[in-house]
């Protein structure tokens, strides 16, 4: 009796090992066919939003800031756009991703990525992005921001993002380290 009671034990221990497995090899080809490459995608983005190539991302990327990070950083293959995908901390839905595009120095689009923000209508009827834009870095350093009434923090989780950039910008592009690509 007890022998027949090892075998079920044993005959279970073996199903639910291949069910372990072919759940895992399942979920390892699903993820090999619907990867979508971080990097690869930044590329395109930038490439899509600028209409200039990009092929090599900087040295630096991953800078961490007080309130903000560079996630990604590159240079077009023609050297007219420093794009920046960077992420501002304080939104009252967690970090918004900014993809910002300077073209000699001077800040031409800014347009949001990914984010959990539930007013950012209303940052764009209020035409916030605006004191941004056709502005130099140096401008940009330091502003004092106009914050959007009803939506404070997503207006902070923009300017946060925003000053990760010029802060990046100020340590390494302005210096010339990461101006040429990797």
């Given at each position: ?18 069910i ?20 690869q ?23 961490s800031?007080?309130?903000?990070s ?5 240079v ?8 920046f ?19 000699g120095?001077?800040?031409?689009k ?12 209303n ?13 130099d ?16 923090r ?10 990760a ?14 101006n040429?690509?990797?």
């Amino acid at each position: 009796m007890a022998e027949a009671k090892n075998s079920a034990v044993w005959k279970s221990i073996l199903v639910l090992a291949v069910i372990a497995l072919c759940s895992g090899l399942l979920l390892g080809f699903f993820n090999m066919i619907t990867y979508v490459d971080p990097l690869q995608s930044a590329y395109d983005r930038f490439a899509e939003d600028t209409g200039a190539s990009f092929s090599e991302m900087a040295d630096e990327d991953g800078q961490s800031y007080d309130n903000g990070s560079v996630i990604y950083y590159a240079v077009s293959d023609d050297g007219e756009w420093n794009a920046f995908l960077v992420s501002g901390s304080g939104g009252y839905g967690g970090d918004v991703q900014v993809y910002l595009y300077f073209r000699g120095g001077v800040l031409e689009k800014l347009i949001v990525g990914e984010n959990g923000e539930t007013f950012l209508g209303n940052l764009e009827s209020a035409n916030y992005y605006d004191q941004f834009l056709g502005k130099d870095v140096s401008e940009l350093e330091g502003l004092d921001v106009d914050f959007v009434s009803g939506a404070t923090r997503s207006s902070t989780a923009i300017a946060n993002a925003v000053d990760a950039a010029v802060q990046y910008w100020n340590e390494h592009v302005a210096g010339g380290n990461t101006n040429e690509q990797a």
